[in-house]
Every structure is written in structure tokens, then in C-alpha cells.
T-cell receptor, first 112, second 115 residues
Framework: ETGVTQTPRHLVMGMTNKKSLKCEQHLGHNAMYWYKQSAKKPLELMFVYNFKEQTENNSVPSRFSPECPNSSHLFLHLHTLQPEDSALYLC???????????FGSGTQLSVL | AQSVTQLDSHVSVSEGTPVLLRCNYSSSYSPSLFWYVQHPNKGLQLLLKYTSAATLVKGINGFEAEFKKSETSFHLTKPSAHMSDAAEYFCVVIAYGGATNKLIFGTGTLLAVQP
């Protein structure tokens, strides 16, 4: 195990639902990240947090809302998603920005 | 600007034969380079990393990569493929930029291992 835990592993939701993805790291890292991985597309960086402050938002639609209450926890709140948002959402952490990433196993999201 | 190019989107080998996954990088600085592996429905796992020490880097599961500055390459190799090596492999370079550094991911190479 990498020390980064994501829940749930799988999520199916309708376009009107509200759900949240959770990520927890037990590594004492300062930076946390959300990535989106879609079939046949490169890995997309969504958000970056450093010491629980957001340092990067890569033009992500507002239907994705991140939350980082402390350096160990990261959430991704989802509402009124579209079918094209179906993807594997990966959380990662690193000791500091730009250092080796440690990934969780991801949440496979399907939007119906 | 830093970038990384994985030259093959798919590679297929037979079990027991050598594996070569190619990666070229572009960097204005002395780069830090990584290879990550992703098995189906799993997160990415670090295979190995180069951070300006020895140019031949050994990783987990028998993989190794050689940093060649003259060729701007960081190819991943393994002498003998195993069925469990079937996965997607990502080459990554660190982009250094002022206050923050970013990891730049390649588009991935899907490795198939035939029995």
C-alpha cells in the first residue's frame, strides 16, 4: 500500500446527485492533488493543495469543488455532473510540491 | 519548457523476452525523471526515479532505466517480461518553475505480455 487511501473505490451517480470523494494520506506529506484519468486521454491535473491551501486549479468546471480541511485529508465534492465526467479520479500526495507522488487506488466514477 | 514524450502508445512482447519502453524528455535544467506503472483499476505506483545520481537506475520488479543526456532519453527496460508486467507505464519529468515544481506526465505506454 502507498499510504494514500481513497473512498469509495467505485461510484455510480445520476446527473442530479451530489456526492463526495474522499482521500486520506498517512505519510505526513504537505501537498495533495486530484487527477482525472479518462480512457485514451493523458492524466489531467485538476487541483493542487499545499499546506491545505489551494495552489492550483487547472480550469476545472465549478461542478467539481475541492476541500482540504487539513494536510492529511482531501475531498472532491461533485454536483450536477455530466456523463463525460465519468473517469478514474486519482488522489496523490507528496512531501512537498514537485516531489515524488504517491497515488491512491482511485475512485472509478460513472455518471449516468 | 520541460516536456516528456513516450514514443509508443502500445508495446506487445512475449513472456520471457526483453521489454523496452521508450521515453524522451526536454528540459532546460538537469532533470528529475520517474517511471510509474498502473495496473488495471489501480493507482499509479513508482517504479524508479533518476535524480542526478547514477545514470543507470534500478527499480522494482526487475525494471531499470538509463539516463542518457546526449540522447535526452530515459528508456525503461527489463530483460525478461512476466505476465504480471502487463500494465500501463508513464514516464514523468519534473518541470522546475519558480516557486512551484510540476510533474509532467507522458501519455503512457500500454504493455501487453503474450504467453
Amino acid at each position: 500500500e502507498t499510504g494514500v487511501t481513497q473512498t469509495p473505490r467505485h461510484l455510480v451517480m445520476g446527473m442530479t446527485n451530489k456526492k463526495s470523494l474522499k482521500c486520506e494520506q498517512h505519510l505526513g506529506h504537505n501537498a495533495m492533488y486530484w487527477y482525472k484519468q479518462s480512457a485514451k486521454k493523458p492524466l489531467e491535473l485538476m487541483f493542487v493543495y499545499n499546506f491545505k491551501e489551494q495552489t492550483e486549479n487547472n480550469s476545472v468546471p465549478s461542478r467539481f469543488s475541492p476541500e482540504c480541511p487539513n494536510s492529511s485529508h482531501l475531498f472532491l465534492h461533485l454536483h450536477t455532473l455530466q456523463p463525460e465526467d465519468s473517469a478514474l479520479y486519482l488522489c496523490a500526495s507528496s512531501q512537498d510540491l514537485g516531489k515524488q507522488l504517491f497515488f491512491g487506488s482511485g475512485t472509478q466514477l460513472s455518471v449516468l | 519548457a520541460q516536456s516528456v514524450t513516450q514514443l509508443d502508445s502500445h508495446v506487445s512482447v512475449s513472456e520471457g523476452t526483453p521489454v523496452l519502453l521508450r521515453c524522451n524528455y526536454s528540459s532546460s535544467y538537469s532533470p528529475s525523471l520517474f517511471w510509474y506503472v498502473q495496473h488495471p483499476n489501480k493507482g499509479l505506483q513508482l517504479l524508479l526515479k533518476y535524480t542526478s545520481a547514477a545514470t543507470l537506475v534500478k527499480g522494482i520488479n526487475g525494471f531499470e532505466a538509463e539516463f542518457k543526456k546526449s540522447e535526452t532519453s530515459f528508456h525503461l527496460t527489463k530483460p525478461s517480461a512476466h505476465m504480471s508486467d502487463a500494465a500501463e507505464y508513464f514516464c514523468v519529468v519534473i518541470a522546475y518553475g519558480g516557486a512551484t515544481n510540476k510533474l509532467i506526465f507522458g501519455t503512457g505506454t500500454l504493455l501487453a505480455v503474450q504467453p
